[in-house]
């Protein structure tokens, strides 16, 4: 097999700054397309961290720039360094073979670089500024602007991918996407990434929870897209079910206050634990502990919450925003909106010893078709495309 010079672009890693999803699925693909036999350089940005690391046999290369201002301006000054880095990288390892962007934020150094260098680039779609405004445009000047990045990127990509049959539709019906460009890969996950051995009335004692207490567990981002509200709103009637239900919120976002006052609204503050953005151990604790993983989300791409929730054998209780889930064999699928997720914690609750079952279910497709070996040899064939 020929090895690859790859070359990916990404505005977060694990290993730079972190933000959300995107940053385990540029780091876990490139450390599987490493083990591979292929030579990867993630360029990406600084943060605190000092401007080159080789970790996992991956080369990180961090790019500095001025943060300030609004994101758009961000992330001129992150492209703009990205290319200067990109051009000084090449003299120093030689010419790449492929290059990979993820998501909007790296389409304005792509672009200069096939212009000035020649180089054809494939793209990543992990959402879009649809989705992120729960389903509807923006129609604010950042909205709009970043809406034709992301137009821009699939346009000048030779190769797209993205993550599931039911977001390609998302992305072509937005930007008319060309049928033949498109290549569907699903995320992943590394099997044993959350599952570890805990005891669960611990890690529920420790956050003020009965430890027989059923305990239901949010993650994630705490935005409009990703629908934490619409759990809250949906506590009082789970409560009137099963009153000594607790439900752990775990991340940040603009909706976090939002969603503590409507918890003090329905006098059901005495349930919630708000946690806010923790660390992995305390993240995987959680999840180990729960006893049902919920993504309620308006807009979901992927859902790599629900390969996390999986991970630990934990069922997932989700939207119909959420397309992985094999309705009441890995989980539960409702409608958009309180009432349905209620009816489904509360059938859960039902026979918790069955519904663990779904999780079960759930960590045996992270074992065949979510792991990353898979997914790289699949890229892979989507970056030989390149050289047609």
């Known amino acids: 097999m020929e090895t690859l010079r790859i070359g990916m672009f ?7 700054v972190v933000v959300g999803g995107i940053s385990p ?15 990867v350089h993630i360029f990406t940005q600084s943060g605190w961290m000092r401007d080159y690391d080789e970790i996992s046999g991956v080369h990180y290369q961090r790019c500095r720039y001025d943060p300030s201002g609004g994101i758009v301006h961000q992330m001129d000054r992150m492209c703009d360094a990205m290319y200067d880095r990109f051009g000084s990288v090449q003299n120093e390892f030689g010419g790449f073979d492929v290059l990979h962007g993820h998501d909007w934020h790296p389409v304005a150094a792509l672009n200069r670089i096939k212009h000035d260098h020649g180089k054809e680039f494939v793209i990543t779609y992990h959402s879009t500024e649809w989705g992120r405004n729960g389903n509807q445009f923006g129609d604010w000047w950042e ?3 970043i809406s034709h990045r992301e137009w821009l990127g699939g346009y000048e ?3 797209v991918i993205i993550t599931t049959d039911q977001f390609k539709g998302e992305v072509q019906q937005i930007y008319q996407t060309p049928e033949q460009k498109i290549t569907i890969i699903p995320n992943g996950i590394n099997p044993g990434k959350i599952k570890k051995d805990v005891d669960p009335g611990a890690v529920k004692k420790r956050l003020g929870i009965h430890p027989f207490a059923p305990m239901v567990l949010f993650t994630g981002r705490m935005s409009y897209q990703k629908g934490a509200d619409m759990l809250v709103n949906a506590i009082p009637d789970i409560l009137n079910n099963r009153w000594d239900t607790k439900f752990v919120f775990v991340g940040d976002g603009e909706m976090r206050q939002y969603c503590e006052q409507r918890a003090s609204q329905h006098g059901v503050m005495g349930a919630c634990r708000f946690l806010g953005r923790v660390s992995d151990t305390t993240l995987s604790d959680c999840m180990n502990a729960c006893d049902l ?3 309620p989300s308006r807009n979901e791409p992927f859902g790599i919450v629900v390969l996390e929730a999986w991970d630990a054998a934990k069922p997932v209780i989700a939207t119909d925003a959420v397309h992985l889930i094999d309705n009441f064999s890995n989980g539960v699928i409702g409608y958009r909106n309180p009432e349905s997720i209620a009816w489904c914690v509360n059938y859960s609750m039902g026979d918790l010893e069955s519904t663990k079952k779904m999780g079960q279910n759930g960590k045996k497709l992270v074992k065949t078709k979510y792991n990353w070996d898979r997914i790289a040899d699949d890229t892979v064939d989507v970056y030989r495309k390149l050289e047609g």
Request: net charge negative; glycine share 4%; hydrophobic share 40%.
């Open 10 to 16: 990404s505005w977060e890693s694990l290993h730079s």
């Open 25 to 39: 699925h540029v780091t876990e693909l490139a450390e599987a397309l490493s083990a591979i036999g292929h030579e």
């Open 143 to 145: 909205a709009r602007e």
């Open 157 to 159: 990509a030779k190769e």
């Open 293 to 295: 993983a919920c993504v």
